[in-house]
């Protein structure tokens, strides 16, 4: 038995029945119990290491025509002191030309996910996610793709309508499979893009195609980027990745192939490690390995079984360091024998 990455539950009640109705929205901003988050140009006002939940009076005259109204959520526990639980949480994403914004608070700046990712608490990420993808979508929907006529929101910003056909669109996501690539000796295969640094790796990933399964899709990814058959795919979970529209379904899946073939064009190198030299090789600064918020180091540790340290977490406690003691800690089943 193969154990799934973990999935942590929602922060946010989307409430979809409910959002759809005519004057949901007038009344969640009729309250002055709602908080704000902005998003402009891709990014999100940020501060002290987390989102800003601005309160409307704070933003109220300020907000430039344009401006797209999605309703978030309401928030399920106490996600932060000043929120309680039940607080309706309303995303503004300005236009991108919205000029200055001399009235948003001191201490707030605007900020991108890959730039406050690895500071944020998990629910200031899930809100982020999930601001970042129907706010990229507002901005390149703008328009209707049948007939080219403007479109405009309905449904609390989760609809936008036609204004010539009266068509419905909703949020697209790209479907991808990222795939850990594992050995008959339980190493994992790792490759190195030409778009990264020279010593950066990671695990493959590619766009599932129309009328493809995504097993299909990792299947034929793999043999064409890194040159190797996989003869098992197990699916172990996914992640919401809206740069600009991406949803990441992660697998790990098995080869008995030896020699891996980097398909020159996007693939630079294909390298197999085992535990020890990729903990090594991250330690000593030879290898530098996706972000904690990526699945693809949830993958990446999954096979591992365990935290990877990165070279400024040697002195924290806290983490604890399997290959230091070359036995990866029990409770993270993978696919057979330790080195
Ligand atoms: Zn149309």
């Known amino acids: 038995m193969i154990q799934a ?28 119990g709602h908080r704000i988050v902005l998003f402009r140009g891709g990014r999100a006002l940020v501060r002290d290491g987390g989102l800003a939940f601005l309160d ?71 809100i982020f996610v999930e601001a970042q993808a129907v706010a990229n979508w507002h901005m390149s929907h703008r328009f209707c793709p049948r007939c080219g006529a403007p479109t405009i929101p309905e449904h609390a910003g989760w609809m936008r309508r036609c204004t010539a056909d009266g068509s419905e669109h909703f949020p697209r996501t790209d479907p991808a499979a990222i795939v850990a690539v594992v050995g008959a000796d339980d ?3 790792l490759a190195s893009n030409f778009a990264w640094e020279a010593n950066r790796y990671s695990t493959v990933a590619g766009f599932v195609e129309a009328g493809e ?7 034929r990814e793999i043999a064409e980027e890194v040159g190797v058959h ?35 064009t996007e693939v630079r190198e294909a ?40 070279p400024g977490d040697v002195a924290d406690k806290s983490i604890t360091d399997p290959a230091g003691t070359g036995a990866a800690p029990s409770g993270h089943a993978t696919s057979g024998g330790r080195e």
């Open 271 to 310: 390298r197999w490690f085992s535990r020890n030299e990729l903990q090594a090789a991250v330690l000593s600064g030879e290898a530098i390995i996706s972000s904690r918020v990526s699945i693809a180091r949830a993958l990446i540790e999954h096979w591992y079984g365990g935290t990877i340290l990165e």
């Open 213 to 219: 399964s995504a097993e299909q899709g990792a299947v």
């Open 56 to 126: 409307p009076a704070e933003a109220a005259g300020h907000l430039p025509p344009g401006t797209v109204t999605v309703y978030l959520g309401k928030t399920i526990g106490v996600i932060h002191s000043t929120l309680p639980a039940g607080t309706d949480i309303v995303l503004k994403v300005l236009a991108d030309d919205a000029g200055d914004l001399p009235w948003v608070p001191g201490g707030t700046f605007f900020s991108g996910f890959r730039d406050v990712g690895e500071a944020l608490a998990d629910a200031d990420t899930a």
């Open 230 to 264: 996989l003869h098992t795919t197990h699916y172990l979970g996914s992640q919401a990745w809206p740069f600009p529209r991406s949803f990441m379904l992660g697998f790990v899946a098995y080869t008995d192939d030896i020699a891996a073939v980097p398909d020159g």
């Open 187 to 189: 190493r994992i295969l």
């Open 5 to 32: 990455l973990p999935s942590p539950a929602a922060v946010l009640d989307r409430d979809c029945e409910q959002r759809s109705e005519n004057g949901f929205l007038d009344n969640v901003q009729g309250s002055p």
